[in-house]
């Protein structure tokens, strides 16, 4: 399985960056996917997962109300909409997925592959 996640780049603060992580290879049909991420001199951070045989979704307290997780099954997609940005969400954003993604997890050890990182920059 590879993860290809694209879309991060430079925002202000109050502004909006919308991210792709598309899946390749042989998957389960009942994986999860989600999105990390890693400021620096910081651990690697969960941010939110959607299920992707039932839509279910887990977001993290600092995320919620501003990003919102989507999927395309049909493309292996999953798409991360951020908005109303803050500088303190400045970080490389990782897609991952969870090949028993049942139950949707925030550990990293429960994620089984991982996409490039992609660098989110919110200037203040």
């Known amino acids: 399985v590879q993860l290809q996640a694209s879309g991060g780049g430079l925002v202000q603060a109050g502004g909006s960056l919308r991210l792709t992580c598309a899946a390749s290879g042989r998957t389960s049909s009942s994986y999860a996917m989600g999105w990390f991420r890693q400021a620096p001199g910081k651990e690697r951070e969960f941010v939110l997962a959607i299920s992707r045989r039932n839509g279910n979704t887990y977001y993290a307290d600092s995320v919620k109300g501003r990003f919102t997780i989507s999927r395309d099954n049909a493309k292996n997609t999953v798409y991360l909409q951020m908005n109303s940005l803050k500088p303190e969400d400045t970080a490389v954003y990782y897609c991952?997925?969870?090949?028993?993604?049942?139950?949707?997890?925030?550990?990293?050890?429960?994620?089984?592959?991982w996409g490039q990182g992609t660098l989110v920059t919110v200037s203040s």
């Open positions: 991952a997925l969870a090949l028993q993604g049942s139950v949707l997890s925030v550990h990293v050890k429960a994620y089984n592959y």
